[in-house]
């Protein structure tokens, strides 16, 4: 199908640990969806599998980007097709300026050489909505930043890759609450139609500021129950308990 | 005629093409013989003291031995060596008196063009001598002095013999002997008290021949209040045989001058590179030996600083390449002789493809060095399981209150980082040579730009295909 992210019963594992064990969704542009779930039900290993992270092993199913099976692409090529997965631990590269990085995935995204003052203007503009100064750009990628500051240029790279299809790992995680505001407004902003989100996360939360279409919850590496946004609302009131009992009747070992 | 020798030349090495053209005016016999001696004395037209000097430091190489730690030098053959050859008579100032067959070969290697860059002074040794030297004007006006050493001790015999071997005698090494007897061109240098020569002198050896030893003597002076940044850029065709570089640098910065010493060394694969490098500060001098170590097959070069007055400075920054064949033995000496003293010692070191990568560093603080404060950094990058890096740090401490840091670093390009920098859409390879390039950032940032360029271009091309 154009126009989607799908996953068709994915199986993966890392090392010999099957973590992924039959996952289905489709994620359509102009569609946020958000994966909840339990500590070790799969979410990481999902991000990472979409993203192509080679200690991830894919043993059966499809991931298909607009009709094409990204399963045989590098990582670098899924990126450069519109793939954007926003870490939940981003690591530093020392000695690498974060704008001169920026500059070589927004031109690789590109397939050309941008026009360098343009390419500026537009991340200075990025930069102010995400509240980050001047100074950060001349910094080493993510190194000795703060934890609010490595998801925020985590969401920066995001807005200056436009992605068609954008994966957030537990992109909430270690955030205090102005930090998550600031965000989750960047992230609306990039809503629209030409946008397919999905948020990985372990709380509710940050789907206070970003509204779900769909939540998922997965529970051992299968999607169990979905619904719409007031299924958050129910997981933050109950737990996961009540659907692990329900649904699973082996303990989540992974 | 020039002629590429593609059996041996790895083709990433471009300056490994050999000029046939250049034919030795002035040729000895091979081996390290006080007929040698002789013969260049006679040429050179030196006076007796030097000859009496060479002939005793020849004696001293031949008794001298290797100590046990220096690393792959046994196999030597000093006999196979040429210790003299000249292709010119004498030493030009202006480009177009270079014999037409020289300028070719640094029109190949660009050495022509760089003289219209921002350059106070510009020499091109080849072989044993140098074939050209030229200075700014402006900087001549001053009373800055740039020649090479044979025209230093003519020219300017009384500032010549007060530092020339004072800061390394003949008895300081094996090849510190062997350098003072066949010593041959490099550079003298003299800045004036309180001039500031803020362009750089720049020199570019090139050895030609094959089976030969290149033997340069550089002895620079600032005076008090002064500064200059000398840079020094290397090269050799590519050989079966082996050559030897045994270059003897020694530099005098006086009171509150400051001196900065690049060295960019592209050796081919077949020159062992063994140079003896000093520095004598005086007080609240500064001396800063910048470093980087690219090619050769074995390096063993520790650039030093001897801080003699109150409140001087030391600083390396150095930056070895170890790719196959490769081994670099590079580090720093500080040596802290006066109170109030501090040093700093940053030593990035990458190897690939089986190359080897040595840190070994002293630093010694003397009694009288109270109060003194040393920092050392050194990082090593392996890139692939058969590559290796060794660190050797000393640190002889007698002095009081004394601060020394050490800190040290082993890493590879990490499976995550490749991960990140790819998801971004940057290919495998680009994004090799981000992290590695970022991993030499501080010591890159500190080159001239075009040394910064060319040593990126480099290091890309050396790590080509080393992450699998």
Same mark, same amino acid.
């Given at each position: 199908?154009?126009?989607?992210?799908?996953?068709?019963? @994915?199986?993966?594992?890392?090392?010999?640990?099957?973590?992924?064990?039959?996952?289905? @969704?489709?994620?359509?542009?102009?569609?946020?969806?958000?994966?909840?779930?339990?500590?070790?039900?799969?979410?990481?290993? @999902?991000?990472?599998?979409?993203?192509?992270?080679?200690?991830?092993?894919v043993t059966s199913g499809e991931i298909r980007m607009n009709g094409e099976n990204i399963l045989g692409m590098e990582v670098d090529e899924r990126a450069r097709k519109g793939l954007f997965l926003a870490f939940q631990y981003p690591c530093e590269v020392p000695g690498v300026r974060t704008s001169n990085f920026l500059r070589l995935a927004c031109n690789a995204r590109a397939g050309k050489e941008l026009d360098v003052m343009e390419f500026y203007d537009k991340l200075e503009k990025k930069m102010k909505h995400l509240e980050i100064?001047?100074?950060?750009?001349?910094?080493? @990628?993510n190194e000795g930043f703060s934890g609010g500051e490595k998801k925020r240029n985590e969401i920066l790279q995001m807005m200056m890759l436009e992605p068609e299809y954008a994966v957030m790992d537990e992109t909430d995680s270690g955030l205090d609450i102005d930090a998550l505001k600031i965000v989750s407004e960047g992230v609306n902003k990039l809503r629209g139609p030409n946008l397919g989100v999905l948020i990985i996360t372990h709380y509710e939360r940050i789907l206070r500021y970003i509204k779900p279409d769909f939540i998922h919850i997965l529970v051992g590496g299968k999607i169990v129950k979905s619904g719409g946004a007031d299924l958050a609302a129910h997981l933050e009131e109950h737990g996961y308990d009540w659907i692990t009992k329900d649904v699973t009747p082996t303990p989540v070992s992974a | 005629m020039s002629t590429l020798v593609q059996?041996?030349?790895?083709?990433?090495?471009?300056?490994?093409?050999?000029?046939?053209?250049?034919?030795?005016?002035?040729?000895?016999?091979k081996g390290a013989s006080h007929e040698v001696i002789d013969y260049m004395c006679d040429v050179k037209g030196e006076p007796d003291w030097m000859r009496a000097f060479r002939h005793r430091s020849l004696d001293l190489f031949l008794k001298a031995t290797l100590p046990a730690w220096m690393p792959g030098l046994r196999d030597i053959d000093y006999d196979a060596i040429t210790y003299y050859a000249s292709p010119i008579d004498k030493s030009a100032n202006k480009w177009e008196d270079v014999p037409e067959e020289i300028r070719k070969t640094y029109d190949k290697l660009g050495i022509a063009k760089e003289e219209q860059k921002m350059l106070g002074g510009l020499g091109a040794q080849i072989d044993s001598e140098m074939a050209y030297h030229n200075?700014?004007?402006?900087?001549?006006?001053?009373?800055?002095?740039?020649?090479?050493?044979?025209?230093?001790?003519?020219?300017?015999?009384?500032?010549?013999?007060?530092?020339f071997a004072k800061s390394i005698p003949p008895e300081d090494n094996k090849f510190a002997a062997l350098n003072s007897a066949f010593w041959s061109g490099g550079s003298f240098v003299y800045i004036p008290k309180g001039v500031k020569c803020d362009v750089p002198l720049s020199v570019y050896f090139r050895i030609n021949a094959e089976q030969f030893g290149q033997f340069e003597r550089t002895l620079i002076v600032c005076d008090d209040d002064s500064f200059c940044h000398y840079v020094e850029g290397c090269s050799a065709p590519v050989y079966t045989t082996n050559s030897l570089h045994a270059a003897v640098v020694e530099i005098f910065v006086k009171e509150r001058a400051r001196c900065r010493y690049t060295t960019i060394q592209n050796w081919s694969t077949d020159v062992y590179n063994l140079v003896t490098k000093r520095a004598f500060v005086y007080g609240k001098g500064?001396?800063?030996? $910048?470093?980087?170590?690219?090619?050769?097959?074995?390096?063993?070069?520790?650039?030093?600083?001897?801080?003699?007055?109150?409140?001087?400075?030391?600083?390396?920054?150095?930056?070895?390449?170890?790719?196959?064949?490769?081994?670099?033995?590079?580090?720093?000496?500080? $040596?802290?002789?006066?109170?109030?003293?501090?040093?700093r010692i940053n030593s990035k070191s990458i190897s690939g493809h089986g190359g080897r990568a040595s840190y070994r560093g002293l630093v010694q603080v003397n009694p009288q060095a109270t109060n003194c404060r040393v920092q050392v950094n050194c990082d090593a990058l392996i890139l692939d399981a058969s590559s290796r890096s060794d660190t050797y740090p000393v640190m002889e401490i007698d002095g009081d209150l004394v601060t020394v840091e050490h800190e040290a670093s082993v890493s590879s390009v990490s499976d995550e980082q490749l991960f990140y920098l790819t998801s971004r859409g940057i290919k495998k390879e680009d994004a090799v040579s981000m992290i590695v390039n970022g991993f030499i950032e501080p010591i890159v940032k500190e080159l001239p730009m075009e040394f910064a360029v060319e040593i990126n271009r480099l290091i890309n091309m050396q790590m080509e295909g080393s992450v699998g």
């Open positions: 199908m154009t126009d989607s992210l799908e996953i068709i019963d @994915l199986h993966a594992k890392i090392e010999e640990r099957e973590i992924l064990k039959g996952l289905n @969704l489709t994620i359509r542009k102009g569609e946020v969806h958000a994966i909840m779930g339990p500590n070790g039900s799969g979410k990481s290993t @999902l991000a990472n599998t979409i993203a192509g992270n080679p200690k991830y092993t100064n001047d100074a950060f750009m001349k910094r080493y @990628l | 059996e041996t030349a790895p083709s990433t090495y471009k300056e490994g093409f050999h000029d046939d053209d250049i034919k030795a005016r002035h040729k000895v016999p200075i700014q004007e402006t900087l001549a006006k001053k009373g800055v002095v740039f020649l090479s050493c044979d025209e230093g001790m003519k020219q300017h015999p009384e500032i010549f013999k007060e530092h500064i001396m800063e030996w $910048v470093d980087g170590n690219l090619g050769s097959k074995r390096t063993v070069k520790y650039p030093s600083v001897y801080m003699l007055g109150e409140g001087a400075h030391g600083e390396v920054l150095s930056l070895a390449s170890a790719d196959k064949g490769m081994w670099q033995d590079a580090g720093a000496k500080m $040596v802290f002789m006066a109170p109030n003293c501090t040093a």
